[in-house]
């Protein structure tokens, strides 16, 4: 009995030794294939700026208290490793009228040289006579084209010389962001 187990035995191994052998796994053959991944990061300049500046308190011919900005003005870039700097300008669109009254119809009105502007409590310096005023420039490095800044505005008014009737004065102020 002992030799017919054994013989049913070995039957059953080689069998399984043939099946395994001609199962599909252990003649499957490998391929492989190149495939391209492309991704594209936009470049990108944003400014993030609050509504308004606080309500500055004219002097009559002569300068204002400074105010500051009640949130910080945020310029963040992606740019290019062609980039070499960012330059944040701040503008009025009429250089000859940066603030004009409101009650008067117009009449009196504040040169954009009269306004003076600073960052993060720097010398306030007046705007040109174009209306405008470059807050910072910032190299850019080929390694690093990716960053951020977070600034406060500081502004003052100085009547010196500018004769206005009393009146509560209001002016847009556009911030630009360039790379170059």
């Known amino acids: 009995m002992l030799r017919f187990s054994q013989s049913v035995f070995a039957g059953l191994i ?9 199962s599909p796994a252990a003649y499957c053959a490998t391929a492989s294939a190149s495939v ?11 400014i993030t700026a609050p509504a308004s500046m606080p309500t500055i308190a004219l002097v009559a011919g ?4 400074t105010v500051t900005s009640t949130s910080n003005i945020t ?19 009429t250089p000859t009228a940066a603030l004009t009254d409101q009650t008067n119809g117009g009449t009196g009105t504040i040169p954009a040289t009269a306004v ?6 720097g010398t ?13 420039t910032d190299a850019i490095t080929a390694a690093h084209p990716v960053g951020n800044r977070s600034d406060s505005l500081n502004m003052a008014i100085n009547l010196t010389g500018v004769s206005v009737p009393a009146d509560t004065y209001q002016g847009t102020l556009t911030l630009t962001a360039q790379a170059n």
């Open 14 to 22: 080689l069998s399984l030794g043939i099946v395994l052998a001609a």
């Open 75 to 93: 310029t963040s870039w992606i740019l290019t490793s062609a980039s070499n700097t960012v330059t944040l300008t701040a503008s009025f669109s």
């Open 116 to 121: 003076e502007g600073a960052i993060n409590g």
């Open 124 to 136: 306030l310096t007046p705007f040109s006579s174009g209306g405008s005023l470059v807050l910072f």
């Open 62 to 65: 002569g300068i204002s208290p």
């Open 36 to 46: 391209t991944v492309n991704a594209t990061l936009a470049e990108s300049l944003t």
